[in-house]
Nanobody, 121 residues
Framework: QVQLVESGGGLVQAGGSLRLSCAVS????????IGWYRQAPGKQRELVAA???????NYADSVRGRFTISRDNAKNSVYLQMNSLKLEDTAVYYC???????????????WGQGTQVTVSS
């Protein structure tokens, strides 16, 4: 069964850095685009960064230049390096992956359980 597990969240001071990881377990047939999303209290979930199967990246304007998304296909993992963190980056961060569990199955989206990132002043 395909599962996504995030890790790396925590408490950090403004200006600091964190690195989030998302591992896709279950030995899927293929993993397509993977994205990091975040949801702050009282706000809608928003896309932070995404990376395609071919490695093309896309970032929200609010994080461009500070965050870097990368993937390790050999480890079925994606990472989000977050630098120069701001108070407004505080949120629960989720990864979402487009996954074909088997060769004959359609691609579907899977979500992780989320990891809390708190930036303090």
């Amino acid at each position: 069964q395909v599962q996504l597990v995030e890790s790396g969240g925590g408490l950090v001071q403004a200006g600091g850095s964190l690195r989030l990881s998302c591992a896709v377990s279950g030995s899927p047939f293929s993993i397509n685009a993977i994205g990091w999303y975040r949801q702050a209290p009282g706000k809608q979930r928003e896309l932070v960064a995404a990376i395609s199967g071919g490695g093309s990246t896309n970032y929200a304007d609010s994080v461009r230049g500070r965050f870097t998304i990368s993937r390790d296909n050999a480890k079925n993992s994606v990472y989000l390096q977050m630098n120069s963190l701001k108070l407004e980056d505080t949120a629960v961060y989720y990864c979402k992956a487009g996954v074909k569990a088997w060769a004959w199955s359609p691609s579907r989206d899977y979500w992780g359980q989320g990891t809390q990132v708190t930036v303090s002043s």
